[in-house]
């Protein structure tokens, strides 16, 4: 808020004109939807959301009606005027995505840096949140960690990110789309070594909720001969001073850094292994092991 001696408790009746409300929405169980959201989705003078037909199946099962217009990806550029233009002549506007918090990997940060530019009140109603909800029941240290958000896609960008995530000393949260999922828990496995911990949640808050863990090489092995449905998000342990020493990723790239300063494989993986104190065959194998 502009207004920082503002309080909740203190603010008139919500909906208020000439306000963005970012409204939170389950991940799954409708249940999840908070009374306040309700309440906004109900008073606003519109509601902009990023597939009409998902937000009306919030709006059905809790006999809301109210103007719903579709603001995306593909057309937010064209809608954020508009928008911009109706808060400022006072209606109150609610931007929902199709679940979670708007923002977070979905449509809303676009809009909340340009309501700042102009200088227009947003005010967020929290709902669930897939990264926090899968963090918290991971079991993993949650007080500090790292959200990577879904990885890139080009393999040369991908690589990059995950040697950064695996160097991570903190808990990362990454978001996957199940037919990549199998890939992912290699490359984890590879950057990371298969022992790291992890927990693979499934379908959050619905039906067939699932927690798949101990380890990297446990899910593999748990996913192998199963086609992966529904949605998923990965939680992944920091790295710790004993796994510091056994960093695969780091160590394919000492091999070939040594290769390239003209040291057989033989004498680089007799260097290194030397140096971290693992076994020759591991390292000379190391090459052999790419993605
Ligand atoms: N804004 C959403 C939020 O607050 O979590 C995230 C939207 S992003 C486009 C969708 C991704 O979130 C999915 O691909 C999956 O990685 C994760 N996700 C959403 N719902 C989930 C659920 N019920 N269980 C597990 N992961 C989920």
């Known amino acids: 808020m502009n207004n920082n001696n503002s309080s909740l408790s203190h603010r008139k009746e919500e909906p208020e004109n000439g306000i963005l409300y970012i409204v939170g929405t389950p991940i799954g169980n409708l249940n999840d939807i908070s009374q306040r959201a ?23 099962k809790f006999n809301i009606s109210n103007k719903l217009i579709s603001f995306n990806k593909h057309n937010s550029l064209i809608k954020t005027p508009k928008i911009v233009k109706d808060l400022k002549e ?6 929902v995505s199709d679940a ?10 676009d809009i909340a840096r340009s309501l700042k530019y102009e200088g227009i009140d947003m005010i967020c109603v ?7 909800t899968a963090l ?12 990577e958000g879904f990885l890139p896609k080009k393999q040369s ?7 950064e995530i695996s160097k991570n000393k903190k808990t990362t949260i990454i978001y996957e789309s199940p037919h990549r999922l199998k890939k992912l828990l290699q490359e984890l496995s590879v950057f990371c070594g298969g022992d790291r911990e992890i927990m693979v949640a499934r379908e959050l808050t619905k039906r067939f909720e699932e927690h798949i ?11 192998k001969d199963k086609e992966i449905t529904g949605e998923i998000t990965v939680i992944l342990k920091g790295i710790d001073k004993k796994m510091s020493i056994f960093n695969e990723s780091d160590l394919r790239k000492d091999l070939k850094e040594l290769m390239n300063a003209g040291l057989s494989l033989s004498a680089a993986s007799k260097y290194l292994a030397k140096k971290n104190g693992l076994k020759k065959g591991f390292i000379y194998n190391l090459i052999k092991r790419q993605i």
């Open 126 to 132: 929290p709902g669930a949140c897939a990264a926090i």
């Open 100 to 109: 979670g918090m708007p923002g977070i990997c979905d449509p809303g940060e």
């Open 213 to 223: 863990g101990h380890k990297i090489d446990d899910a593999i092995d748990f996913f």
């Open 38 to 60: 309700l309440n906004i989705l109900q008073n606003v003078s519109l509601v902009a959301c990023e597939d009409t037909r998902q937000t009306k199946k919030i709006m059905n």
């Open 157 to 163: 960008d991908r690589n990059k990110t995950l040697h």
């Open 90 to 95: 006072g209606k109150s506007i609610a931007l």
């Open 136 to 147: 918290v029941s991971s079991g993993l240290p949650s007080s500090s960690f790292i959200f």
